[in-house]
């Protein structure tokens, strides 16, 4: 994952499966907690509402944007959730 000045980008993998947001379309985001179920890798929920990049664990970082959510899976959700602050959303 990668935090700029201007977007978030998120990529699975060999960089086949991507997903870039820029920062002006966040309206909110933070800390969330991914169910079991959700399991690992790239996944659909809320009938289609929102997509989640999971690599490691349960705790993810949450990006609700005008197109949608997207959660972030990651094993240190605190240093993405302060790399996003940072950027000043």
């Known amino acids: 994952m990668t935090v ?3 977007s978030v980008t998120v990529i ?3 960089g086949l499966m991507r997903r870039t ?5 966040i309206r ?3 800390l969330v907690r991914n169910p079991w ?3 690992v890798g790239v996944r659909l ?3 289609g509402a929102g997509t989640s990049f999971s690599v490691w664990g349960f705790d993810a970082i949450e990006l609700n944007t005008t197109e949608g959510n997207l959660r972030i899976g ?3 959700p605190d240093m993405l959730l ?3 602050k940072a950027a000043d959303v």
């Open 45 to 47: 929920y809320d009938r």
């Open 28 to 30: 909110q985001y933070g």
């Open 74 to 76: 990651s094993d240190e």
């Open 21 to 25: 947001v820029s920062l002006n379309r």
């Open 82 to 84: 302060a790399a996003i």
């Open 12 to 14: 699975m993998g060999t």
């Open 37 to 39: 179920y959700r399991g």
């Open 4 to 6: 700029s000045g201007e």
